[in-house]
């Protein structure tokens, strides 16, 4: 298996474009996450789906970001309008459920520079 | 609301030497405790988990953990460091409603000296 797969790898973009980030899942995984790390606000989780559908979206700082997740094997995450704040290394990672098999497996993720 | 303090930025330690990454908890309830690796560049990798059992968690590259509920520690640990185990290392964690929701550390580099 390839693992979770992202890209772009890197985005440079300029404030007020639109921004849009792909994840591809490991098949099989029902469950995907978004992370963004910064240096001053760590790991910070955005938002999570189970089987597809949003669980939790309380981690997105503003209506400027918006995530789906259209089927079990892709994801986006897009941010408009991109503002400099966003720049940040932006993670997907999936796993396939919780309990004893609980683990995430991260993606490479995006560096995001908005300039 | 769960958290997790990672007191050290940085720790440095001589290749061959034991090695410990500090990790304290805050959690109602029973916790879901772990540690990821991340190395440069890359995204995080798991390396251990504590759900439920034994209080020493053994894990990938020989790393291990000791979950001790009283000082609500999971600390990270290695006999015999290598350099090519330094990374960042994060510990996080969950309670046992959080469905896979972590809540990170900030993050601890090590750094082995050959």
């Known amino acids: 298996d390839a693992g979770v797969i992202q890209s772009p790898r890197h985005e440079v973009t300029e404030m007020g474009q639109e921004v849009t980030l792909r994840c591809k899942p490991i098949s099989g995984h029902n469950s995907l996450f978004w992370y963004r790390q910064t240096m001053m606000r760590g790991l910070e989780l955005l938002i999570y789906?189970?089987?597809?559908?949003?669980?939790?979206d309380s981690g997105m700082p503003e209506d400027r970001f918006s995530a789906k997740m259209p089927n079990a094997s892709f994801s986006t995450l897009k941010i408009q309008p991109s503002e400099p704040r966003d720049s940040a290394v932006y993670f997907c990672?999936?796993?396939?459920?919780?309990?004893?098999?609980?683990?995430?497996?991260f993606g490479s993720g995006t560096q995001l520079s908005v300039l | 609301a769960q958290s997790v303090a990672q007191p050290e930025d940085q720790v440095n330690v001589a290749e061959g030497n034991p090695l410990t990454v500090k990790c304290t908890y805050s959690?109602?309830?029973?916790?879901?405790l772990f540690w990821y690796v991340q190395y440069p560049n890359r995204g995080l990798q798991f390396l251990l988990k504590?759900?439920?059992?034994?209080?020493l968690v053994k894990g990938s590259y020989g790393f291990e953990a000791e979950f001790n509920k009283s000082q609500t520690s999971f600390h990270l640990k290695k006999p015999s460091a290598l350099v090519s185990d330094s990374a960042l290392y994060f510990c996080a964690v969950r309670d046992e409603t959080g469905f896979q929701k972590l809540v990170f550390g900030t993050g601890t580099r090590l750094l082995v000296s050959p």
């Open positions: 959690v109602s309830g029973n916790p879901y």
């Open positions: 504590y759900i439920t059992g034994d209080n």
């Open positions: 789906f189970n089987n597809n559908v949003p669980i939790d």
């Open positions: 990672a999936s796993s396939s459920g919780g309990g004893r098999n609980e683990k995430l497996f």
